[in-house]
């Protein structure tokens, strides 16, 4: 990634695995996907990105996202704020 750290919130998020969830008759039937979000927020926002954060969380829970994971970090080679959270979500295989 490469980024000129100019925004004072911002959120970064991938796809960090996918696995079978459950097989039968040696297929997949359903899949577990797994991200992590990352919210960055400067100092001068102070408490401002776990606002955008508690947002994320709630809207993500609304896509039906289960939370599994979160912490809070400040990055030094950033000098940002981060909190950290990992959501899933089980999807249902075609076949």
Known sequence: MNYNNTANIYIAFNEYNQTSFFNADDKEQYTKHF??????????????????????????????????FESDTYDDDMKKYRKIIRFSYISKEEN
């Open 35 to 68: 991200f992590q979000f990352d919210v960055f927020g400067a100092p001068s926002m102070g408490v401002r990105y776990f606002e955008v954060a508690i947002e994320m969380k709630k809207l993500m829970k609304q896509a039906r996202f289960g939370r599994m």
